[in-house]
């Protein structure tokens, strides 16, 4: 089992930045990937980024030159920098850890971007 703890969703003004993490602890193997979700009610969830052990990283489209994954390996944590956020990135963000067949989920944090 893995567990998932995400932190540093909030509300912010368009334009604004902002910085979630999350932390892995448990059976963790390796290689693995980690990344981010996010989710609207009433649509489906989508990727984000993910980043991988190697550090090998893939973006949505719509976040790139925005958005930044990184990861602290020797933390098992995994972060996503989110800067020039506009309305449409307001979603319950999910932090994700996947191992070969096997993935994990955090239980989300809520990132609002309104003026």
């Known amino acids: 089992q893995v567990q998932l703890a995400e932190s540093g969703g909030g509300l912010v003004q368009p334009g604004g930045s902002l910085r979630l993490s999350c932390e892995a602890s448990?059976?963790?193997?390796?290689?693995?990937?980690m990344g981010w979700y996010r989710q609207v009610p009433g649509k489906q969830r989508e990727l984000v980024a993910t980043i991988t052990t190697y550090g090998t990283t893939n973006y949505q489209d719509s976040v790139k030159g925005r958005f930044t994954i990184s990861r602290d390996k020797a933390e098992n944590t995994v972060y996503l920098q989110m800067n020039s956020l506009q309305p449409e990135d307001t979603a319950v963000y999910l932090c994700n850890f996947r191992w070969r067949v096997v993935q994990y989920w955090g239980k989300g944090t809520l990132v609002t971007v309104s003026s």
């Open positions: 448990g059976s963790i193997f390796s290689p693995n990937t």
